[in-house]
């Protein structure tokens, strides 16, 4: 008889969830993911590079599907080589999926028709419709114009799975008026639709005479977020933050060619993600004191990039021809030769930052990616990715459960995709299911013995230890 197949451990926690091996998933579901986080961040797993694949087009990754040729082929990245699930006939140019999004079903709410309790992918076309399409079979559920005045090319969430924000591309005029040195007053537009059914909000006009010399902006729970060339990042809100906010403009101390960006965090503790080159600030939002009317922001925790402080900064530098230069020019804090973020995204599932850092060294750049308890903003652990990191060209990462997905840009618009898995020591992902499960039983004897307090229990109550860790 031969070697029996090990079982893949993620696999395992979702069908336990399910109900496979216990009589109430969700009694279980805590420990799942418990255990999981830890197998992840021990110091044995490794993320082992599974697959890769390369393409024409651009590749994009939704919850465990990969999508192909502006996501007409949709690939499962579950398995450990790559399985189809559809592919949707060819289309012309002009009506290719730009940008999309992963629509779930709402729990507890009565939805119309049978196919609206499935996932489905809202999509955005070169020719301003707006798609709802079935994530498993590619059938097109829903459609709507958009506008025929601008080209809308992005799409984010408003509100998650419910308010989803449709930006256009940037209004850059006509080659003419740019000569003649006319100004288009109109940067972009963005429009807000409810999802399922699709029913339009409104339409908001990013204008440089109302906003000033405004660079981008965008819409993220209600809140518009407007951004500088300077760094300066402002935030309206047509309900509270116009009219009753401290410190609702944001700077990010960095001298860059990129900028920096800010949204709110994705999850739902009303945080907010600043993100520079070599810093990552997670800010909040906090009632003022004796006045419960105005909120102000402030840190929550920094995160800060590994670089080696210069000791010569200070030490008077001479020219060849025995002048002493007086003032020196630091580099860029986006400079390649120095560790910068990259990417920060947040796994919400393990309740874990993942940050993405990159260094040019020699001519080839190396990156890592990193995780961040939430809460904290502790490192938990740092993996390396082997391929090179061409910081000229675009690159996405994901880090979904016991997955991490590397999605690059190359010259000539090839596009590369690299698939990294969880890899586990038997005997340490042993220690951690017993470990996990002993911590969850201990959990659950204290809860009982909580519910009959007793007069020991009253005094000890009374003698608890505040929680010694720090926030940084």
């Known amino acids: 008889m031969g070697p029996t ?24 579901q805590r420990t799942n993911l418990g255990i999981l986080r830890a197998l992840v961040c021990q110091e044995s ?22 999508y192909f040729d502006n996501y007409r082929c949709c690939v499962s990245s579950v398995a ?42 809202i999509a955005l076309t070169a020719h301003n419709w707006l798609f709802r399409i079935s994530a498993t079979t590619g059938k097109v559920l829903e459609k709507i114009y958009l506008a025929s005045y601008c080209k809308f090319r992005y799409l984010s969430w408003d509100t998650p799975q419910e308010v989803i924000a449709v930006k256009s591309a940037q209004n850059k005029g006509s080659v003419l008026a740019r000569q003649a040195g006319i100004q288009q007053p109109v940067l972009l537009y963005l429009a807000v639709f409810h999802v399922l059914p699709f029913s339009l909000i409104g339409i908001l006009e990013i204008n440089k005479k109302i906003f000033g010399n405004v660079t981008d902006a965008t819409l993220s729970h209600g809140i518009l977020i407007v951004m500088y060339s300077s760094g300066l990042v402002r935030l309206y809100s047509f309900q509270a933050i116009t009219e009753q906010a401290k410190n609702g403009i944001q700077e990010m101390e960095c001298c860059s060619l990129e900028s920096d960006w800010i949204y709110f965090h994705p999850d739902a503790s009303g945080r907010i993600i600043h993100v520079g080159p070599n810093q990552v600030k997670v800010l909040k939002l906090n009632e003022v004191e004796n006045n419960s009317a105005q909120h102000q922001i402030s840190e929550d925790f920094v995160i800060l990039a590994n670089r ?32 910068t973020f990259k990417i920060v995204d947040y796994e919400d599932e393990l309740d874990l930052l993942s940050v993405v850092a990159v260094t040019q060294i020699d001519a080839e750049g190396k990156a890592h990616l990193d995780f961040h308890c939430n809460e904290y903003g502790t490192l938990l ?10 910081v000229t060209y675009s690159h996405e990462v994901y880090f979904d459960r016991d997955l991490v997905l590397h999605i690059e840009q190359k010259p000539s618009r090839v596009f590369s995709c690299y698939v990294y898995q969880m890899v586990c020591d038997p005997a ?7 470990s996990c499960e002993k911590e969850e039983r201990q959990r659950e004897g204290s809860g009982r013995e909580r519910s009959r307090p007793s007069t020991e229990q009253g005094a000890r109550r009374g003698t608890q230890s505040q929680d010694p860790r720090i926030m940084t």
């Open 5 to 28: 197949r090990k079982p893949n451990v993620c696999r395992q926690l979702s069908r336990r969830a399910l109900g496979f091996f216990s009589r109430d998933a969700g009694v279980v």
């Open 428 to 434: 340490e992902e042993e220690t951690t299911n017993r």
């Open 45 to 66: 797993t490794k993320f082992k590079n599974v697959w890769t694949t390369h393409s024409k087009s651009p590749i994009a990754y939704e919850r465990g599907r990969i």
């Open 80 to 121: 450990s080589e790559p399985r189809k699930l559809y592919e949707m006939p060819k289309c012309s140019k002009s009506e290719k999926i730009e940008d999309a999004l992963l629509w779930e079903c709402p729990v507890g709410e009565i939805l119309p028709n049978p196919s609206d309790y499935k996932s489905s992918l």
């Open 308 to 339: 080696e402080k210069n000791n010569n900064e200070n030490l008077p530098v001479v020219t060849a021809s025995g002048r002493v230069v007086k003032k020196n020019f630091n580099l860029l804090d986006d400079d390649p030769e120095q560790e």
């Open 381 to 390: 652990k740092s993996i390396p990715l082997v391929e090179s990191w061409d």
